[in-house]
T-cell receptor
C-alpha cells in the first residue's frame, strides 16, 4: 500500500487564488520531505526540501514567497501555491525518504484557469 | 556534467525482448542506487534498489551496478507493453542526498 499520501489529486483554481497541497507519511515519521514539479514530458524538478520544525530549503529559481512550505509535524508537509497563475499549472509531487528509497505521493495535477 | 545521466530515449523494443536501460553518475562516493518507474500522468514508484557491485534480480527485472565505471543499469526481460513508461535512475551520494536522472522513456511495441 501507499506509504506517502498526497491530497488533493486534482485541483482547478482561478488565477490569483491560493491552493494548498498536503503530503502525509503513513506509518513512519519523515523529518524531511521533498516537493517536485513536473511539466508534461519533462523530468522531475526538485522545488524544495521541507524540514520538520524549520524553514524549507528552496532550489535556485523557486520563489519561496510564492510556494509556501510548512512541515509542522513529522508526518505532514504542505505546499501552498499562492496567487496562482496559469503558468503554475503543473503536476506537483511530494516524496519522503525511508532510507532504502524515496516514496512518492500520488501527485497533484494543478490547473489554473 | 549532470550528477546522474540517462538517455532520454525513447527506447523502443518489441514485446518479449530484453530492454536495457542505463544510467551513469558522477559522484564516486555514491552508496546506493534506485530505479523508479513512472507511468504517464502518475507519480514514480520504486521498483528496485541496489547497493553492491554485481547483479540483483527481482522477477523480470535485473539491476546491475558497476561502481568502478560509475554506471547502473536495469534490464527488463520478456518486455511487455505494460512496461512502457519512463524509468528514473536515482543515486544516493555520500552526503545522503538522493539525485534523480532525467529518465528514459521505454516503449514496448506489441
Amino acid at each position: 500500500g501507499a506509504v506517502v499520501s498526497q491530497h488533493p489529486s486534482r485541483v482547478i483554481c482561478k488565477s490569483g487564488t491560493s491552493v494548498k497541497i498536503e503530503c502525509r507519511s503513513l506509518d513512519f515519521q519523515a523529518t524531511t520531505m521533498f516537493w517536485y514539479r513536473q511539466f508534461p514530458k519533462q523530468s522531475l524538478m526538485l522545488m524544495a526540501t521541507s524540514n520538520e520544525g524549520s524553514k524549507a530549503t528552496y532550489e535556485q529559481g523557486v520563489e519561496k514567497d510564492k510556494f509556501l512550505i510548512n512541515h509542522a509535524s513529522l508526518t505532514l508537509s504542505t505546499l501552498t501555491v499562492t496567487s496562482a497563475h496559469p503558468e503554475d499549472s503543473s503536476f506537483y509531487i511530494c516524496s519522503a525518504d525511508r532510507g532504502f528509497g524515496a516514496f512518492f505521493g500520488q501527485g497533484t495535477r494543478l490547473t489554473v484557469v | 556534467q549532470k550528477e546522474v545521466e540517462q538517455n532520454s530515449g525513447p527506447l523502443s523494443v518489441p514485446e518479449g525482448a530484453i530492454a536495457s536501460l542505463n544510467c551513469t553518475y558522477s559522484d564516486r562516493g555514491s552508496q546506493s542506487f534506485f530505479w523508479y518507474r513512472q507511468y504517464s500522468g502518475k507519480s514514480p514508484e520504486l521498483i528496485m534498489f541496489i547497493y553492491s557491485n554485481g547483479d540483483k534480480e527481482d522477477g523480470r527485472f535485473t539491476a546491475q551496478l558497476n561502481k568502478a565505471s560509475q554506471y547502473v543499469s536495469l534490464l527488463i526481460r520478456d518486455s511487455q507493453p505494460s512496461d512502457s513508461a519512463t524509468y528514473l535512475c536515482a543515486v544516493r551520494n555520500a552526503g545522503n542526498m538522493l539525485t534523480f536522472g532525467g529518465g528514459t522513456r521505454l516503449m514496448v511495441k506489441p
